[in-house]
């Protein structure tokens, strides 16, 4: 609280109970504190510090060092005169040399406060609300960021990005900038399983687990196994058919376990009532890509299809997947008409069987017409224009609606 740029009224009750005590020593310590920190009534601050100053002892001004360095500079000075000094002249001398100490640091706190000012008149919403910031309030709390960690200081980045999150406790972005940036200080892992948790179970909606899964991978790097299983299921109990979720836990059981526990998971969700036709259809497709890329057995992807292509007829990145599979297999010239009759005969359950919207059929076509001109034999052509006419063509009207058209 105490380094917030408005501040002012935290410190004023602060000092005003110390003064209801009569500690005066306290307050001259709570304004030692305060000159330091940028902030919207600095100068007022310092004035009264230094106010106070003149009645305090020399040995509570400045640290023990500085004093030293101070009474030796005095040394030496009185020792290259040849009049000697009385203790009231050292003493007024010695307060001159530590007022002019504070001065410094005046000037220091008034550049950092002109450094943050720019920043801080854009902050219209410094409290939190349901509805959106507007992008102005956005983009100004990530140069203000950027500035604060440029500028290196532990605390206040900390700080910053604390009151940052006030503001703006929904938007996933600064959830995941902050850990990321406690993640590169030493020693930080706890602090950055606490940012994850916060945001976790507090604020980050539920709707949108993409903090929640940079969390599981922040516990598998930990070596925390099974807190990042447990936090890929707790994301699937209200969203049963959030594909990313599911592709992550997949390839973390693949990770650290083996191929056969990614497709255990793979299996165990396509079976599941609480799965829509779509999600499954997309399932088996990284299931697929799984046996295909990771195991290299494109022949086990092929049948996984083909097993699996008529209960998915209206879902397009099943389709997607299995043309884009065929197509991308490795051949050769003389095999490239057994592959060019498999990819047909994909593309023609694309067209004849399955269920799939009219634009959808569309730019998967294009994706056969390219692999026509790319790798197609003498006849390529022939079929591709064919195609060209039957997807993009005309269609022809009705002789009485091209009548009324004319009219």
Known sequence: MGLDFLAHPFW????????????????FTILERIIHIPMHQYARYFERFRQLAQSRPVEEL???DVLAEFQAALNIESDSS?????????ERELRTKIDNFHLEIFNRTQTETTKRWTYEQEIKRPYFHVTELDEPQLVNWRKYLDFEETEGDYQRIVFLYERCLVSAAYYDEFWLRYARWMLTQPHKEEEVRNIYIRASCLYAPISRPIVRLQYARFEEMSGRVDVAQAIHEAILIP????????VSWANLQRRQFDLDAAIAVYSSQVSSQAINDQTKGALVAEW??????IKGSAEEARQLYQKNLHWYLDVQAFWDSYLKFEI????TAEAETKQHTRIKQV?????RRANLPKEVVSELSQVYMD?????????ATKEYMQIDREINGYVLLPRNLLTSVRL
Request: hydrophobic share 35%; no cysteine.
């Open 371 to 379: 692999y026509l001109l790319r790798r197609g034999g003498k006849d």
């Open 288 to 293: 697929a890509r799984l046996l295909w890329r």
């Open 82 to 90: 040849l009049k000697a000094r009385n203790n009231l002249e050292v």
């Open 62 to 64: 400045v640290s023990a």
């Open 239 to 246: 969203l049963p058919n959030h594909l990313e979720a599911i």
């Open 12 to 27: 004023d009750k602060y000092i005003e109970f110390e003064e209801r005590m009569e500690a005066y020593d306290k307050i």
């Open 328 to 331: 991308e297999q490795p051949t």
């Open 347 to 351: 593309y023609d359950d694309i067209r």
